[in-house]
T-cell receptor, first 121, second 112 residues
Framework: NAGVTQTPKFQVLKTGQSMTLQCAQDMNHEYMSWYRQDPGMGLRLIHYSVGAGITDQGEVPNGYNVSRSTTEDFPLRLLSAAPSQTSVYFC????????????????????FGPGTRLTVT | AQSVTQLDSQVPVFEEAPVELRCNYSSSVSVYLFWYVQYPNQGLQLLLKYLSGSTLVKGINGFEAEFNKSQTSFHLRKPSVHISDTAEYFCAGSYNFNKFYFGSGTKLNVKP
């Protein structure tokens, strides 16, 4: 298993540009999420999904869009990049309760990708 | 609003000494709590979690945490740390398993 993969690893954008951060997992996890990590602020949830076709907002959704057309992929789109979106972005996935978890102990254990470091100038 | 607070931004400790990293949560409903570790330039890795049952939870790498409902705390402990434990540690909580709230992190610096 590759686990959770994210591309690109690094990206520099100019203000106003758009881009998509890719996230994929090969563990058949129902739940997927996007976080941003800023110094001294921990991780903040941007958007999450509990299955294909189902997405919802997290704590800091403004300026970001998501879609979940397949179980495996959960891309994050920046529509018009702003310097305030300079951050490290992490994608994560996990099983949900009463799902196909190999054991109950695996439910809700989020597996994180390696991150994308984004700079907006 | 739900929140998770980590009281210490940095904790220096000597190798083989015990360590406690503090985490408090705010909640009037049932809460599920997690500790993650992040090594430099990597993603987060789960150390342990509390969903229900025994309030003392054991995790990987010799770490354990105790859920204390009366003090709304979930402190992480290790009786003897190694240089390799140097990393940033995050406490996280969830009330419905859809939204997770992370603390601001504690950098553990283990000195020889």
């Amino acid at each position: 298993n590759a686990g959770v993969t994210q591309t690109p690893k690094f990206q520099v954008l100019k203000t106003g540009q758009s881009m998509t951060l890719q996230c994929a997992q090969d563990m058949n996890h129902e739940y997927m999420s996007w976080y941003r990590q800023d110094p001294g602020m921990g991780l903040r949830l941007i958007h999450y999904s509990v299955g294909a076709g189902i997405t919802d907002q997290g704590e800091v959704p403004n300026g970001y869009n998501v879609s979940r057309s397949t179980t495996e992929d959960f891309p994050l789109r920046l529509l018009s990049a702003a310097p305030s979106q300079t951050s490290v972005y992490f994608c994560a996935s996990s099983y949900l309760r009463d799902s196909r978890a190999t054991s109950a102990l695996k439910a809700y254990e989020q597996y994180f990708g390696p991150g994308t470091r984004l700079t907006v100038t | 609003a739900q929140s998770v607070t980590q009281l210490d931004s940095q904790v220096p400790v000597f190798e083989e000494a015990p360590v406690e990293l503090r985490c408090n949560y705010s909640s009037s409903v049932s809460v599920y709590l997690f500790w993650y570790v992040q090594y430099p330039n990597q993603g987060l890795q789960l150390l342990l979690k509390y969903l229900s049952g025994s309030t003392l939870v054991k995790g990987i790498n010799g770490f354990e945490a105790e859920f204390n409902k009366s003090q709304t705390s979930f402190h992480l402990r290790k009786p003897s740390v190694h240089i390799s434990d140097t990393a940033e540690y995050f406490c996280a909580g969830s009330y419905n398993f859809n939204k997770f709230y992370f603390g601001s992190g504690t950098k553990l610096n283990v000195k020889p």
